[in-house]
Every structure is written in C-alpha cells, then in structure tokens.
C-alpha cells in the first residue's frame, strides 16, 4: 500500500473514526503507558540528581576519619578510654599507605559543628572555625568569589589569615565592602581575611557557608592543640578501592593508639564512595522498576490496541471479502490492517511523548524558584525516549499482525455470507 494513497488514508480514518469513544479510549491506553513512563523517568533522574547533588565536587574515592571512645580493654588500658590522632600519625599514613592521594588533617573548636565567636567592629557573632591545609581543597570543592585558598606558605610560617564562607561576610560586612585584607577577631586573636569562599555543594544546612578556614598549624599554635588532629579528609588514587585501604588505615592507627583489633566502633568513618556506590545501586533499581511498570503499562496498552483491531477486523469480514472477491491479495489486507494499528499507536504515543515531556519541563521550572535537597532538575533522556518511541510502534505492528492473519484466514466466500 502506498503512503501517498489518499484514498487509502481516507479509509484509514473513516475506519478509526467510525468508533470514535472506542478509538479514543484504546489510543489513550497507549497514550498513557508513554506518558507515565517518562515522567517516572524524569521523576526518577530528579531524584537521582538532588541526592548525587548533595555530594557536589566531592572526590568520590574519599573517606573521613575521626576518634571514638575505645569500647574494648585493651593492653592494659580501660574500655570507654578516649584518645587523640595527631601529627605523627598523619605522617604515619604517608610513609605507610601508598595508596593515599591527598590526606588532610583537621581542627575545628568545639568540634563537629562547634562554634566560637568572632568580632568585627561592632559586629560579632559565632561561626566555626577550622584549621585546614591546602591539601582539603583537592578533596571537597569550594568557589573562590573573591581573593584566595589556603598555600603551603600559610602552612609552613603559620600566618594568621582566614578565609570566610559566604554566611560570615553577610554578617559581619555590609553589603558590597571588600573584604580581603580586613581582619577579624577569633577570640581575641586577630585574622586577616586573604578569601571568600562558597562551597559548590550548597544545598541543605551547609555548614561550610558560615564557617571560618584558617591554617592548620595556626590553629594548633594559636589554640593550643599542639600536635591534636581533629579528623581527616582523605582521597584514595582512583586505581584503588577505597573500602579497601580504609580498614588499612584502620588498622594503623589502631595499632599506634593501642586499641584492639577486634573493637569495630573507636575509629569512625564515613566511606564516600561506599556510600555513593550504594546510592548509585539503589537508583539502578529505581530505574529497573520504573521501566518495569512502564513497560508493563504500555503492554497493556499495546494488547487493548490488538484487541480492538480483532474486533474491528470482525466487524468488517463482509467488507475484507468483497476486497478479496475484487482482485485484493491477502498481502494488501495484512499491510492495511497493520498500517491502522501502527498509525492508532503512533498517534497515541506521540501524543504520551510530547505530554510526558511538557510535564517533566514544567516540573523543572517550578523547582527552578523552590530548589530542593532531594530532587532537583527532572530531565527525560531523548534519545531513550524516541526509542520508546520506535519499539512502540514495531509493537503497534505487531499487536496488528494477529489481526490481520485472521482476516486472510477467511475464505472470500465464507467473508461474503457474513452478516
């Protein structure tokens, strides 16, 4: 049948039309089988990019480590004992683990989250203040908006400078004074501001925004930590696992602390790319389930379609026979039957695509003004979404096929009797 026969699209659409509710309500099946598949898609990309979005330009292949208290008695020592890392054992690390890309240590007052007051003028308020080396900005990403990061300079003649988040210029500048060069008062010890920084993972409660950097070895000098490391952000070279060489640095400095081997709980940890592997695992789900009730309900669709053409193809056996008893080959009357099913799915699912995809867009412009941590940009893969697109018309050909065998199978005699 030729694509450029009026009359046979004319017939086409007479048929489909003669029915309309029926043609509608079949085609609105498939309609929105494509329809749900792609907004569970963006719905599901939407999720996947706000989680992943909470790790920003964090090395994945990164750890933290910190202390606990001992929950085992160990070589003499009691249980429920605490301890402090330190400078040798960041040196430790560096001699012992070759694995290690890039280890930096860190002090913070008054801990994770701690906070100490800081002056400017007559402003005040209390911020946290780290002691960093240049090495964190390696590991986590931060956007310099003005002056500089930490050096290796600020580290070796322990210079009392300060980079500031962006939360701690907001509160202790005006709006649009420059702040490189100015000092603050942390206290009672006065810190030249060299930067203005904003970490690149800005969403949720980031603490990085309204906190202080300073040199890790001004902080030990100034606040009397002497050799005391708070934590440590560690990145591991990418051709190894870090799961792997985190239990190795365990088992480091476990054995300089004299803790127990067996005792699982005195070093703390939090595994980046265990962590993301693991998310990343459960969105591969989440998309296998999605395509599984996608798929499913387009199926349903697909089949309403090929039921219906059995009907349709019932309802016009008279019709099928006269053709045959007029020169019609069975060829003819399967391509025409087939080309109606085709056209019911492609229309339908055009019609899915173009919704699914004006949902997904109009979503994304709504989140645009009331940004979330947990689903931001929704988009639908295109290509995959054309694709769908092709399958489900090679299935509209197919759900037309059993038809059409059955409409050649008739006899034009036994067509004709038909009432």
Do not use: C
């Not at 308020?125 to 990403?141: H, M, R, T, Y």
């Amino acid at each position: 049948m030729k694509l450029i026969d009026i009359d046979k699209w004319q017939e086409l659409y007479q048929v489909l039309s003669k029915n309309k509710i029926r043609s509608l309500l079949t085609a609105f099946g498939v309609f929105w089988g494509i329809f749900m598949l792609l907004v569970m898609m963006g719905a599901g990309s939407g999720l996947q990019n706000g989680v992943t979005g909470n790790f920003g330009d964090m090395a994945t292949n990164s750890m933290f480590i910190w202390t606990q208290r001992t929950t085992m008695a160990y070589k003499g020592f009691p249980q429920g004992r605490y301890y402090n890392l330190d400078n040798d054992d960041t040196q430790a690390l560096l001699d012992r683990v070759p694995e290690i890309e890039y280890i930096a240590p860190r002090a913070q007052s008054g801990g994770y989250r701690g906070a100490s007051n800081v002056v400017r003028g007559l402003k005040t308020g209390a911020f946290g203040i780290k002691g960093d080396v240049p090495e964190l900005f390696k590991i986590q990403s931060f956007k310099i908006l003005k002056g500089r990061l930490l050096n290796a300079d600020d580290i070796k003649y322990k210079r009392k400078v300060a980079m500031i988040g962006s939360r701690v210029y907001d509160a202790l500048f005006e709006a649009g004074e420059e702040p490189i060069g100015k000092s603050l008062q942390i206290n009672g010890v006065y810190f030249t501001v060299i930067g203005l920084i904003e970490p690149t993972r800005t969403q949720g409660d980031n603490e990085d925004v309204q906190s202080i950097f300073i040199p890790f070895s001004s902080f030990q000098k100034t606040f009397n930590w002497g050799n005391i490391v708070g934590w440590y952000s560690i990145s591991i070279k990418p051709q190894f696992a870090a799961g792997d060489i985190e239990d190795k640095i365990k088992s480091i400095l476990a054995e300089r602390h004299q803790i127990s081997p067996d005792d699982k709980h005195a070093i703390g940890s939090w595994n980046t790319e265990k962590e993301f592997t693991k998310i990343m695992g459960l969105f591969n789900g989440i998309k296998a389930l999605i395509w599984f009730v996608g798929l499913g309900t387009l199926l349903a669709g697909i089949i309403g379609v090929s039921n219906i053409m059995l009907v349709i193809v019932k309802e016009r056996t008279r019709e099928f026979g006269i053709k045959r008893a007029l020169g019609a080959t069975p060829q003819n009357i399967i391509i025409q039957i087939i080309t109606e099913s085709i056209v019911l799915t492609s229309v339908a699912g055009i019609g899915g695509l173009m919704a699914g995809v004006l949902a997904v867009e109009g979503i994304n412009k709504l989140l645009q003004g009331n940004p979330s941590d947990m689903f931001a940009n929704p988009e639908v893969n295109l290509q995959i979404a054309i694709t769908s697109l092709i399958i489900l018309v090679i299935a509209g050909a197919f759900a037309g096929l059993l038809p059409a065998l059955r409409a050649v199978s008739i006899k034009p005699i036994e067509a004709l009797r038909n009432e």
